[in-house]
């Protein structure tokens, strides 16, 4: 499944900003889709994702704050980020769980987005 990823950018403080992913035509079938982030020098961390029967899991640092909305189904989920903090500046990668037509299972990223917030 290749994920397409848009959004991001240099936002101040208190500010917002909206991620956007969609998986290109496939017929695989894509049960949870999220977003990770990954800051420099950290590790890549799960900020939120959104399963099938569209459950939400949220880290505890931006709940509140970020809300996830999607259709695992129609392959597209979006993050609505608010009330940004410099601490929130990370490369985020959108990702999907897949399965293909013979049951394989595969986690698949998109190219990563920049989010910078200034303070």
């Known amino acids: 499944v290749r994920l397409r990823g848009s959004g991001g950018g240099l936002v101040q403080a208190g500010g917002s900003l909206r991620l956007s992913c969609a998986a290109d035509e496939s017929p695989d079938s894509i049960h949870v889709m999220g977003w990770y982030r990954q800051a420099a020098g950290s590790q890549r961390e799960l900020v939120a994702r959104i399963d099938s029967l569209g459950s939400t899991d949220y880290a505890d640092s931006v709940k509140g704050r970020f809300t996830i909305s999607g259709d695992t189904a129609a392959k597209w989920v979006w993050l609505e980020m608010n009330s940004l903090k410099p601490e929130d500046t990370a490369v985020y990668y959108c990702?999907?769980?897949?399965?293909?037509?013979?049951?394989?299972?595969?986690?698949?990223w998109g190219p990563g987005t920049q989010v910078t917030v200034s303070s």
């Open positions: 990702h999907a769980n897949s399965t293909n037509e013979y049951g394989m299972g595969y986690a698949n």
